[in-house]
């Protein structure tokens, strides 16, 4: 029986490989792994070479960790719409314990792995509306994210690592309150911004000593949230840095733009910025007066190589 089971999963490898897959994942029992925990837990620590995971379509509810030892990993699903990884926790559902999850505690997908990239990929929270339900967890330093979706509603997107070097090209990011939100240095380039219900677009967690927040590059700003229901942002922390260029902002976005948080020191202390926005939501001379419209000159100082520290993304 063993000898069968090795016979099936050597050619498993070599059919995945002969696609340039490492490992599949599938519900149907067609790939090494039904789940993509198994796959990730399959992934040697500390390889240094890249570990590709073609995910079949279908809808995997598991609550997925990286781990940090998983390094270059890139994860690749079949088809972004329909490959979702999803799950369901809240910042109030209770553990084992009967204590309260938290914002952390909530999220579906935690990843620690450096050097992680995933493409035509939905990540989820179903909670629904019921308060902080994170999607995404992201701690490990050069994430990369193409063509993907994030679904949720309030703190949809963590960008939580410390340090943490993240870029997002071609995704959609769907939220309420604070949908995008946390302490890393994130690009987000041509993404699909969809606003809902009404809240804040980002709430950006910055550390002082770090110079650069959040990017938004020639992205869209939209939704179905009535007319001046969004900011553009509000500082979690009071050193958060979040500039948009180029962006198309719908009308869901308020004349004033950005929000203190309730706290009149964040004027002083957070750093908002807007170069050559455009839409109905773009509206230069009603923004508030501490945060700032950019030069050319100024605007030219946002590279992908400088805000990213030298990394770029767009390399293999």
């Known amino acids: 029986m063993k000898s069968v089971l090795l016979f099936f999963l050597l050619v498993w490898l070599t059919l995945g490989r002969a696609l340039g897959y490492d490992f599949v994942v599938a519900q ?12 990730f837990n399959a992934v040697p620590d500390f390889r240094k070479k890249v570990t590709t995971i073609f995910v079949k379509k279908g809808v995997y509810k598991e609550k997925l960790i990286l781990a940090g030892s998983k390094n270059l990993v890139r994860l690749i699903g079949e088809e972004r719409e329909q490959t979702i990884l999803t799950y369901d926790d809240y910042n109030q559902k209770k553990n084992i314990f009967g204590e309260e999850k938290g ?13 992680f990239t995933a493409e035509n990929l939905t990540f ?15 701690a490990g330093d050069k994430a990369r994210f193409k063509n993907c979706r994030f679904l949720g509603f309030q703190d949809t997107l963590y960008t939580y690592g410390y340090g943490s ?23 987000f380039e041509g993404c699909t911004i969809f606003c809902k219900t009404g809240g804040f677009v980002t709430a950006a967690s910055t550390p002082d000593s770090t110079r650069y927040g959040y990017v938004f590059n ?15 942002g509000r500082p979690w922390r009071p050193y958060a840095k979040t500039v948009f260029l180029r962006c198309e902002l719908g009308k869901q976005i308020k004349p004033e733009g950005w929000d203190p948080w309730d706290k009149e020191s964040n004027k002083q202390t957070a750093r908002y910025a807007e170069y050559q926005s455009r839409g109905p939501g773009a509206a230069p001379r009603q923004r508030v007066a501490w945060a700032r419209q950019l030069s050319d000159a ?19």
């Open 28 to 39: 149907d029992g067609s790939g090494q792994f039904r789940t993509v925990q198994e796959a």
């Open 103 to 115: 914002t952390s505690g909530s999220s579906s997908c935690y990843l620690y792995g450096a050097d």
């Open 124 to 138: 989820q929270n179903s909670a629904g509306p019921v308060g902080q339900a994170v999607a995404v967890w992201v």
């Open 165 to 187: 070097r993240q870029y997002y090209e071609g995704c959609y990011i769907e939220g309420t309150v604070d949908f995008i939100f946390g302490s890393s240095t994130a690009w």
């Open 218 to 232: 020639q992205c869209r700003i939209t939704g179905n949230a009535p007319a001046g229901s969004f900011y553009l």
């Open 298 to 316: 100024e605007a030219q100082h946002y590279t992908l190589q400088t805000v990213l520290r030298g990394w770029d993304p767009t390399t293999d």
